[in-house]
Nanobody
Framework: QVQLVESGGGLVQAGGSLRISCAAS????????LSWYRQAPGNQREWVAS???????NYADSVKGRFSISRDNAKNTVYLQMNSLKPEDTAVYYC?????????WGKGTLVTVSS
């Protein structure tokens, strides 16, 4: 079992920055990839970024150059630094991982970007 808890969401003006976090607990020693997804109102959930245990990263084109994913393996935490935020970045951001064939999701944290 893995538990994922997101935090750090909030209201920010367009052009601003925000860092959100996801703390993992449970049977986590074998976790490799941690990812961020987001879901805007009325839209499907979409992938944002991923990071492997060795630090390899990958980003969706819509956030490349603005967002940065990182992880602290000692703290079992993954971060998403979001810069140059746009109103279209408004969404609930979810942390995701998988272990032994099971996908785990956090409950999400809301990021609202005002214009």
């Amino acid at each position: 079992q893995v538990q994922l808890v997101e935090s750090g969401g909030g209201l920010v003006q367009a052009g601003g920055s925000l860092r959100i976090s996801c703390a993992a607990s449970g049977t986590i020693f074998s976790i490799n990839v941690l990812s961020w997804y987001r879901q805007a109102p009325g839209n499907q959930r979409e992938w944002v970024a991923s990071i492997t245990s060795s630090g390899l990263t990958n980003y969706a084109d819509s956030v490349k150059g603005r967002f940065s994913i990182s992880r602290d393996n000692a703290k079992n935490t993954v971060y998403l630094q979001m810069n140059s935020l746009k109103p279209e970045d408004t969404a609930v951001y979810y942390c995701r991982t998988f272990l032994a064939g099971t996908v785990y999701w956090g409950k999400g944290t809301l990021v609202t970007v005002s214009s």
